[in-house]
């Protein structure tokens, strides 16, 4: 009987740690179709101007989706932190597939006009309002159901899920192309991922209903402590100051070496878009595969030297790596060198949840993961690829590998001068 127990208590800790897992998988997939669409979609919306001038409108929108991110991390960080983690979660979820359904069913500015990007703006506004939630309930999620020895690991799971969803986003690209014409995709082709997207959000919001609420809720809803803005700013300054630092130069990479990079192997490397979406594609399948090797690696010799790796490797590294993509003649070799980029970037992305949330105590910890990683996000992650495409229009795109460079080399004081969250956090060793 006890062992009975113990079986059910692992499946049902199990069955929480997937539905969060499965939750942040399609709300990153949804996130990212607009990104890995956005070459067929941009003619529909923005017909005028060349396909540079294309892009760079559509990559304004998606920067716009991060800059109303804070605000969505702010109200459902807060949310989550009164209310439960697994309600966040759900909030979440149903905002993003929304926003997926719109972009999905809208009509174009071929039969609307300026009212097509004006909706266009509206779905991605929902959907940052999302994402900005996501993150902060699902870093808290996650870090509270793991146990004190594996926390790193079962963190890692959020950026594979992810990865996976972004991979996910690449794999319908795949396929669309495969069966489907470039006249097509223009045409129609590109509104399936996001009636796809919107389709299993449904899915899983139902799922997330049903998971476990972690004890450490429970615990802060006993205390009365409440979670606010200006509790976080009264109480941590220092530590939401903190994520913003060691954030910045880490999402700016990551969106450099993952959302730019596939529009980079096609505008500057010369590659063809389905070549581009596979060396993408299958560099994104084994950076995902890396996510749970160095969250266990935490585990065990701690977080800092990770992030500290990271952040020597960024600074030197970024600019002779986009520079040799640049020239790349073969995809094998291009697929080698952004598999290295991203090897750099997993000692950020595999550890960057649960160091923010060992760094704050349960009855604000949602809110205090979001509300700052949001802020960094809207500042060098949302602008990130509309920053490289204008530099590309201007006739300085090597200045966009400076300027990763430089921010990573800024997060590295921050990665040099923090205590290790594993041992010196508000979670500690349990």
Known sequence: MPDSRQDFARRRALRSIVGGSLGNFVEWYDWYVYSAFSVYFASRFFPAGDQTAQLLSTAAIFAVGFLVRPIGAWLMGTYADRHGRKAGLALSVSLMGGGSLLIGLMPTADTIGLAAPALLLLARLLQGLSVGGEYGASATYLAEMAGPRRRGLVSSWQYVTLIGGQLAALAVQLSLQAMLSETAMEQWGWRVPFVIGAMLALGVFYLRRRIDETADFAAARASGRRSGGFALVR??????????????????????????????????????????????????????????????????????????GFGVAGTLLTVPLFTAIGQATSAAGAFGLVLAGLLVVSGYTSINAIVKAELFPPHIRALGVALPYAIANALFGGTAEYMALWLVQVGHEALFFYYVSGMCALSLIAYWRMRETAVHGAMGRG
């Open 235 to 308: 109480e941590h300054p220092r530590e939401a100051l903190l994520v913003i630092a060691l954030t910045a130069g880490g999402t700016l990479a990551f969106y450099a070496y993952t959302t730019y990079m596939q529009k980079y192997l096609v505008n500057s490397a010369g590659f063809t878009r389905p070549q581009a979406t596979i060396i993408m594609a299958s560099a994104l399948g084994v950076f995902m595969l890396m996510q749970p090797l160095f969250g266990a690696l935490s585990d065990r010799i701690g977080r800092r030297p990770l992030l500290i």
